[in-house]
Nanobody, 116 residues
Framework: QVQLVESGGGLVQPGGSLRLSCKAS????????LGWYRQAPGKQRELVAT???????NYADSVKGRFTISRDNAKNTVYLQMDSLKPEDTAVYYC??????????WGQGTQVTVSS
């Protein structure tokens, strides 16, 4: 069984930065895809960024050039560095781990609010 715990959310002004962390307990194998999704009020959950075990990354167009995903397999941790934040980045951010057979584990979410 895998449990994911996010941290690092909070309130930040437009143009600011935050770094989200997601620590996994249990066994996260290197071939699991790790990623971040977000859900704003009244909207569906959407992909923000993913990182495969081989290092391939994928980003939503809306965050390319501003967000960076990274993973530390030795620490069972995935990070999301968010720079140049915009009010439209406000959402609950969820950590995801996906097995090779497409089973998803989810964290409980962390709130990110971008406001002046």
């Amino acid at each position: 069984q895998v449990q994911l715990v996010e941290s690092g959310g909070g309130l930040v002004q437009p143009g600011g930065s935050l770094r989200l962390s997601c620590k996994a307990s249990g066994t996260i194998f290197g071939n699991y895809a790790l990623g971040w999704y977000r859900q704003a009020p009244g909207k569906q959950r959407e992909l923000v960024a993913t990182a495969t075990g081989t290092g391939t990354t994928n980003y939503a167009d809306s965050v390319k050039g501003r967000f960076t995903i990274s993973r530390d397999n030795a620490k069972n941790t995935v990070y999301l560095q968010m720079d140049s934040l915009k009010p439209e980045d406000t959402a609950v951010y969820y950590c995801n781990a996906q097995t090779p057979w497409r089973f998803d584990y989810w964290g409980q979410g962390t709130q990110v609010t971008v406001s002046s």
